[in-house]
Structures are given as structure tokens and as C-alpha cells.
């Protein structure tokens, strides 16, 4: 059973920058295809970004693209999510994700490992 850790949240103003990492508790880390998802209160979980086995591939929606920044570092054993001009509405628990397959995917069931999360709040 792989255990992935979030770290990074906090509370930022708008406009402001955060980088989450995701790390997971074994050293096979690049067998997998990783991504974040978040989850605002009343709100179902949203896809935020997704990056390939091999980091060839990313795929972001159009709520984050060109603010946000999926990459990983299959040495280091880490996923990063590079967050800038964060808005009000990206304010959210910010969860890691990982699957076994060399392609990455949008939608949460298809994931299989998921961390805790970790709460990003953005203030005006």
C-alpha cells in the first residue's frame, strides 16, 4: 500500500505563490503517473493538474493553466505543484494522487493511491 504525503499548504493573499510536493512512502516512485486534485467546501473534487510516468505529458484545466505547474523529480522521489497568481477561488484542500501507469488521466477514479491533502487558503 503506497502512502503519499502532501506538504506545502498555507494561507497566501491573492496573487501570492505556493509550491505543494508529494511524496510517496516507497522508492518505486517512478512507476507512476501522479496528480493533484482539491476539493472546496460543498464542492465535489476537481482535477487541478496530472504529469506522466515519464514527465513527457501534463495536462492541466483551464481554471489553473498558465498559473499553475505540475513537474516531479523521479531522483528526489517528489511531485511538485507550482501555484502562482493564486485567486480567491482556488482556496481548497489540495490532494495528491498517484496511479500505476505510464499514462497520466483527469479523472479522480482513475487513481489509486490518494494523500490526506493539505489545505490551501487564499485571501482577498
Known amino acids: 500500500q503506497v502512502q503519499l504525503v502532501e506538504s506545502g499548504g498555507g494561507l497566501v493573499q491573492t496573487g501570492g505563490s505556493l509550491r505543494l510536493s508529494c511524496a510517496p512512502s516507497?522508492?518505486?516512485?517512478?512507476?507512476?503517473?501522479m496528480a493533484w486534485f482539491r476539493q472546496a467546501p460543498g464542492k465535489e473534487r476537481e482535477f487541478v493538474a496530472a504529469i506522466s510516468r515519464s514527465a513527457i505529458t501534463t495536462y492541466y484545466p483551464d481554471s489553473v493553466k498558465g498559473r499553475f505547474t505540475i513537474s516531479r523529480d523521479n531522483a528526489e522521489n517528489t511531485v511538485y505543484l507550482q501555484m502562482n497568481s493564486l485567486k480567491v477561488e482556488d482556496t481548497a484542500v489540495y490532494y495528491c494522487a498517484a496511479r500505476v501507469n505510464v499514462r497520466a488521466v483527469v479523472v479522480a477514479s482513475g487513481y489509486d493511491y490518494w494523500g490526506q491533502g493539505t489545505q490551501v487558503t487564499v485571501s482577498s
Open positions: 516507497e522508492r518505486t516512485f517512478s512507476r507512476y503517473s
